[in-house]
C-alpha cells in the first residue's frame, strides 16, 4: 500500500473545507490510493455517507475525526488556551464506538466555541483508536510554537501512556510554510526522544490548488467577515489540497534539515503512514443512520437557531459561539 491520506476535511467540517465525499473519493480512486480517512473537525457526520458511498470504489474507509482537546478540563472556560487539535483514527469497531462517543461528549459537555475533549475522556474512551498530534494547531504543535517545549512533551508523553507508543504518532506536515520548517525539526526531536513513530500527512480542505479562493470565502463566511476584510481569516498558500502519492512524496513529505537516524527522512515519514492504512479496518458494520440518533440530552436548551450549542459561559466570559 503506497502513501494515503490519514488527515481530510469534508465539507463536514462545517465552514472550514470545501471537499465533498464523492470528490475526495474520486480523487483516491484517480490515485490508485487503497485507503482514505475521513477526519473532520469533532464530529462523524460525514461517516454514514462515507461509508455508503465508499463501497462503489474499492477503497478502505478510516474513519476519524480531528479532535479538540481541552488542556484544562472539557468543563473550563476560562481565558487561555482554550483547544489543541488530536487526531483520532478507528483502528476496530470499539475504536469507531469511543469516537461516537468522544465527539458527542465533545458537544453535550465540552462545547466552548467548539466541542472539546479532555483527558478524562479520553482515558475512558481510547480503547481502539489510533492517535496522532495533528496539524500547527495541535497538541504537540501549538505549545512548541509558543515556546512551552516542557507542555509539548507532558502531553507526548501522557499521550504515549494511555495508548501505547505504537499507537500515538508525532505527525509532520508540509505545506510550504516558512515557520513549518523550525516547527517539524522540534517535533521529530521530541518524537525520537519519547521514541514515538512519525506520521507525515497533507492536512486536506479542498479538492485542488485553485479551491483555495472559493475555501477562504468559506473561512471568511464562518469569521463573519468578507474578502476585504483585513483581519480576516485564511489559510496560507495553496498547499491544503489533495495530493497525489507523487506530489506528497515529492512536495508533503516534511524534509527536517537534521537528519532522523539511518533511514532518510522521507522514507522513515512514510512507514507508519503505510502501517496505519493497513492496520485500521474497514468499519461501520453498525446499521446505516445508527451512528448518531440525534437524541438530545436531557438539560440541554435547544430554543434558538444555535440554542443547542449556547450555555452560559463563566462569569466575565462570552457566551459559546455557535459552530
Ligand atoms: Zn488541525
Ligand atoms: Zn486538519
Known sequence: MGFVHLHVHSEYSILDATCRIEELLLKAKEYGMKALALTDHGNLCGAIEFHHKVKNYGIKPIIGTELYFAPRGRFDRMPGPRYYHLLALAENEQGYKNLLKLSSLGYTEGFYYKP?????LLERYSDGLILTSA?????????L?????????NWGRALRDLVGPENFFVEIQNHGLPEERELNDSLIELARRLELPLLATNDVHYIAPEDCEAHEVLLNIQSDKTVLSEDRRSFEGDQYYFKSADRADGRAIPRPSRGIGEQPPDRRAMQPEVEVGRRSPALLRAAPGAAQSGRIPEGVDISGSRGALRRPASPGGSPAAGV
Open 135 to 143: 496539524c500547527k494547531s495541535g497538541i504537540l504543535a501549538k505549545p
Open 116 to 120: 472539546r475533549i479532555d483527558m478524562e
Open 145 to 153: 510554537l509558543q515556546g512551552n517545549r516542557q507542555e509539548a512533551e
